[in-house]
């Protein structure tokens, strides 16, 4: 089992900043990719990053492509969002995730999940 807890989250005005980080424990976080998803009220979840266990390869959304910079220190098995230039579309609680292997976009692709911490920006 990998256990994944995220921090960071918080209220912040438009045009601000956030990062969030995500902290893996259990099983070897070894060859595990990760993703950021993001799901506001009313819709479905989506993805947001992703990121080869090398790091050599990182996937964006479009709509966050050029704000938002994913990367991760696999020496302390944690992985990051790195958020600026925030809107109020990008309120949604944001989860981490992990899967064996390749970096994808799909969320039903991923095993293990974090709790979810919210982002919320206001106009």
């Known amino acids: 089992q990998v256990q994944l807890v995220e921090s960071g989250g918080g209220l912040v005005q438009a045009g601000g900043s956030l990062r969030l980080s995500c902290a893996a424990s259990g099983r070897t976080f070894s060859g595990y990719a990760m993703g950021w998803f993001r799901q506001a009220p009313g819709k479905d979840r989506e993805s947001v990053a992703a990121i080869t266990w090398s790091g050599a390869y990182t996937y964006y959304a479009d709509s966050v492509k050029g704000r938002f910079t994913i990367s991760r220190d696999n020496a302390v098995n944690t992985v990051y969002l790195q958020m600026k230039s925030l809107t109020p579309e990008d309120t949604a609680v944001y989860y981490c995730?992990?899967?064996?292997?390749?970096?994808?976009?799909?969320?039903?692709?991923?095993?293990?999940w974090g709790q979810g911490t919210q982002v919320t920006v206001s106009s």
């Open positions: 995730a992990a899967r064996k292997g390749t970096a994808l976009t799909n969320p039903k692709e991923y095993n293990y």
